[in-house]
């Protein structure tokens, strides 16, 4: 017998996490990460108590976008996540620092459970998971492990881009797990490509954010990123 | 303490089998411990105990073992114990993988080929080996 009782005890530390939101895609550099890390910021902004992990083991980024520096976990019994901006903060920069980490599939893995095993996250309205992109290791074990998470999917109108984000999108279906829907980024033209296009997989097309010159320059200054134009769209996507 | 957390991961495990398989009661527990994440065997079969009593587990022995840490080099094959690398690792690292082992990868390279490309072969984290209950 060979039980892995990491598996068993996810459950219980997601118990008074309310809404799981994994903010994923196709391809890499179409703003998941940046979804991901302001996305948090307006929900806190707006009193909602809020996590957010990084599963981005090898190119972690939240910290960088959001100039988290000097913070560590406290431990008791497990894990509790250091809180700023309000919150509640988990990644692999903590055990790793800037050092490149060559992880295989297996590793990747593991270092997941162990990450959903041992933080105590406490209750939170909302648990925004920044993910690598595809459907490797990390998108089938939050599929495996979390039963409660639901994906936002994030594209350009690229063609390249759609056609893995179709692939995710009929993966996601056939496994029947909750889409929130798409937001369509770097957008550069007015043309409804994306939002008619999203009506062939009967998912919601949630909106749209503009390429923003200014985002950048505002790259690890939380004050500045929620005037950006990138935030306002989100914000009006997300209702606030 | 974040033994506590794993601990406490064993005990649901077990209640969860005990469950599934319709048994009364469980008698016995098996758990390997392996060297690479440093358990705290100590503090680990403290809070085993403790969560034992708070979920009213009482008629389970829990029996702990040690398992050593094996890696092995894809690149060339090379096979060492963690034990071996464990010397050349400063406090803050050897705590690092205390956390996450799989950060290994950062801090030690294959003693032959330097490679950090190496797999873990066995002796990583906790797992339970035997369950032993009665209907
Ligand atoms: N709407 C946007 N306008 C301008 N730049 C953007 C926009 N969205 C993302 N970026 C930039 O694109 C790069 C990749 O974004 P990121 O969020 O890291 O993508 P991913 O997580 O999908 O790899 C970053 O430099 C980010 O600042
Ligand atoms: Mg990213
Ligand atoms: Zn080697």
Redesign the interface.
């Known amino acids: ?9 996810i459950k ?1 530390r997601l118990r008074d996490v309310r809404r799981v939101v994994a903010i994923s895609g196709g391809k890499g550099g179409i703003g998941k990460s940046s979804v991901a890390s302001i996305g948090a910021l307006i929900l806190s902004k707006s009193g909602y108590r809020v996590g957010l992990l990084d599963l981005d083991f090898w190119g972690p980024s939240l910290d960088t976008i959001l100039g988290i520096e000097n913070i560590f976990p406290r ?5 509790i996540p250091p809180e700023i901006f309000a919150i509640k903060f988990i990644s ?1 920069i ?4 800037e ?6 599939g297996a ?2 893995s ?2 997941i459970v ?2 959903l ?2 933080t ?1 996250w406490g209750s939170l309205d909302f648990l925004i998971i920044d993910m690598p992109p595809g459907m490797g290791d990390a998108t089938l074990d939050i599929i495996r492990l979390v039963k409660k998470v639901e994906f936002l999917i994030v594209t350009t109108q690229s063609k390249v881009v759609l056609e893995t984000v179709e692939k995710m999108l009929r993966m996601l279906k056939d496994l029947k797990v909750p889409i929130l829907g798409i937001i369509e980024n770097m957008k550069i033209t007015n043309s409804p490509f994306v939002k008619d296009w999203a009506k062939k997989f009967d998912v919601s097309f949630l909106g749209e954010i503009n390429f923003d010159k200014n985002l950048e320059t505002s790259i690890g200054n939380v004050d500045k990123l929620l005037e950006t134009n990138f935030a306002h769209s989100l914000k009006k996507i997300m209702r606030f | ?2 033994e ?3 601990a ?3 005990v ?2 077990a209640i ?2 005990q469950r599934k398989e319709k048994l009364r009661e469980i008698v016995e527990l098996e758990i390997k411990i392996g060297e690479l994440q440093q358990i705290d065997r100590e503090i680990f079969e403290f809070a085993l105990k403790e969560i034992v009593q708070l979920k009213k587990m009482t008629g389970m022995r829990v029996r702990v073992e040690k398992e050593e840490a094996i890696l092995k080099c894809r690149v060339c094959g090379y096979q060492w114990s963690f034990a071996d690398s464990m010397k050349r690792l400063s406090g803050e690292q050897a705590e ?1 993988i205390h ?5 290994i ?2 801090h030690s390279r294959c003693p032959q080929c330097k490679s ?2 190496f797999e ?1 072969v066995k002796g ?8 032993k209950g009665i209907k």
Request: charge should be negative; glycine fraction near 4%.
């Open positions: 017998m060979n039980i892995d009782p990491r598996l068993n005890i219980e431990e008791e019994k497990g894990i692999i903590y055990y790793a620092g050092r490149p980490l060559p992880l295989r590793d990747i593991n270092a162990e990450l095993a041992i105590q | 303490m974040h506590w957390a794993l406490q991961a064993v649901y495990t969860e089998y690092f956390f996450l082992p799989e950060v990868h950062i950090p490309d873990i990583r984290g906790v797992k339970i080996t035997a369950i």
